[in-house]
């Protein structure tokens, strides 16, 4: 079974950036893969952050990281980046990657339902 694993989380102050990456168990290739990262704030709903689609290259943010994340992924390395730029105290949460199966169209991307695997999660907290 896939397993994803996210790394790059931390403690950064407002307007720093971080990288979160999200990478797949050796065995499997993300290639088939669309990757979605989401979050979930203390006493808030998980929602989705920004996501990809390696069949046909298609994106989605969330209106709230819009140019500010953008999100990318390296066939060599066998990984999915989130960069993260501008940081805003309220951009703290747990940030999660996930896999689901194409297609997925963009107005879908933001729904955790679409996703079957998931990390376990990486702490970012944006603070001064």
């Known amino acids: 079974q896939l397993q994803l694993v996210e790394s790059g989380g931390g403690l950064v102050q407002p307007g720093g950036s971080l990288r979160l990456s999200c990478a797949a168990s050796t065995e499997f290739t993300l290639d088939y893969y669309v990757i979605g990262w989401f979050r979930q704030a203390p006493g808030k709903e998980r929602e989705g952050v920004s996501s990809i689609s390696s069949s046909d290259g298609s994106t989605y943010y969330a209106d709230s990281v819009k140019g500010r994340f953008a999100i990318s992924k390296d066939y060599a390395k066998n990984t999915v980046t989130l960069l993260m730029n501008s940081l805003k105290p309220e951009d703290t949460a747990v940030y999660y990657c996930?896999?689901?199966?194409?297609?997925?169209?963009?107005?879908?991307?933001?729904?955790?339902?679409?996703?079957?695997?998931w990390g376990q999660g990486t702490q970012v907290t944006v603070s001064s």
């Open positions: 996930a896999a689901g199966w194409p297609p997925i169209s963009p107005s879908q991307m933001a729904f955790d339902y679409e996703y079957e695997y």
